[in-house]
Structure formats: structure tokens, C-alpha cells
């Protein structure tokens, strides 16, 4: 795809966003899309065949921005244990942000979170990767005692997105929040030091 074209479908994506956002997935048509993004409905349909495709390839635009924030975190120089708190905590807000800049949208990740499983499955194979590279980290700088890092990375990734709509939703915020810095929280011990040494 050219620079040209990638721009063009990145444009779609946004405003598709924003519509979906302001008024909602089922309320948005091809047509307001193709208004809104001032480009006809041909150019629509040249990139997406339907309003499934879009929404797909919205929330697909939303993981990346979270992917870049995981990345961020997995590749700074610290050691196992405060990376894995910070990508806990950058995890779920980020998911948190993501949710509450999409306004109507947000209903829709409440109420179709089958579709946006279906459309997450290859990101969760990426952060699946990245908590098995902090915990084998860890288990070379003997912070971590873990027989099977990527069985451990499975039931963390798991733990994390049981967490996300609790989270966002503000009920489990104060239980997962450290005090004063402090990891001694319930959540976090629960979470994370079960696997410490």
C-alpha cells in the first residue's frame, strides 16, 4: 500500500472513531463516514467493504496505540519487578484511556466485548510475549522463581484482562492503586509478588 493510500485509510479510521464516539456504532452509516472524511462512498468501499470492516479496524488502530505504550515499558532497563508493576499499571490504564476517549464507544466495548475479543486475539498473543520476556528477565536477575515463564504469561495476560473492565469502571482503582508508592497493596501481592522469590 502507498504512502498515499495508507494516509487515506488512516483517515477513515479516525473519523470513523470519532463518529463512532460521538453517536455510535449502530447510528454511524458508510455514508456519514464517507462525509465526514470528506471522500466519497467509492474511496469507502475501495478500503472497507462494510461498517464491520471499520469498526474492526478501529479498534485494531486503539490496540496499537496500547501495543506502543507496552513496548515502551517491556524495553526500558529496569529491573523484572518494577517492570512488571509498571506494565501492569500502564496496561490498564492505557486500556482505561482508550476506552473513555471513544465516548458512545465505550458502550459498545461493554456490550459487544465478544467482537473486540475476536479482533484482539493477535495482540494478546504480543503482550502474551512481552510478560514472558520481563519474567524471564526476572528469572535471570533471580527476582522471579517460575518454572514455565510462558504458562505464567498466559495466566498473568488473563489476570490482566480480568481486571480491565473492573478497572475502567472505577471498582477496583483504590484495591490496585499502590500507596505511597508502596506495593503492598492486596491486588498487587495477589498479582505480582506471588511470583517473586
Not at 462494510?50 to 488502530?61: D, L, P
Not at 490504564?93 to 459487544?112: H, M, P, Q, W
Request: charged fraction near 30%; proline fraction near 2%; hydrophobic fraction near 45%.
Amino acid at each position: 500500500m502507498s504512502v498515499a493510500m495508507a494516509k487515506t485509510r488512516d483517515r477513515l479510521i479516525e473519523v470513523a472513531r470519532q463518529l463512532f464516539a460521538r453517536i455510535g456504532v449502530e447510528n454511524t452509516t458508510m455514508n456519514d463516514i464517507a462525509m465526514a472524511s470528506e471522500k466519497g462512498r467509492r474511496t469507502l468501499y475501495t478500503y472497507f467493504n462494510n461498517k464491520a470492516e471499520i469498526y474492526n479496524a478501529v479498534i485494531e488502530s486503539e490496540l496499537n496505540i496500547l501495543y506502543r505504550s507496552l513496548e515502551n515499558v517491556a524495553c526500558k532497563d529496569l529491573p523484572a519487578d518494577e517492570k512488571l508493576l509498571e506494565f501492569i499499571f500502564t496496561r490498564l490504564e492505557s486500556i482505561k484511556d482508550v476506552v473513555f476517549r471513544n465516548g458512545t464507544l465505550r458502550a459498545d466495548f461493554f456490550r459487544d466485548i465478544w467482537r473486540v475479543e475476536n479482533v484482539r486475539k493477535s495482540f494478546d498473543l504480543k503482550e502474551i510475549a512481552f510478560i514472558q520476556k520481563i519474567l524471564e528477565e526476572g528469572i535471570k536477575q533471580d527476582i522471579f522463581e517460575i518454572a514455565n515463564p510462558r504458562s505464567m504469561a498466559v495466566v498473568l495476560h488473563h489476570a490482566f484482562k480480568g481486571l480491565e473492565v473492573p478497572y475502567i469502571r472505577g471498582i477496583v482503582r483504590g484495591g490496585l492503586t499502590p500507596v505511597n508508592g508502596s506495593q503492598n497493596d492486596s491486588m498487587v501481592n495477589l498479582l505480582f509478588n506471588g511470583i517473586k522469590k
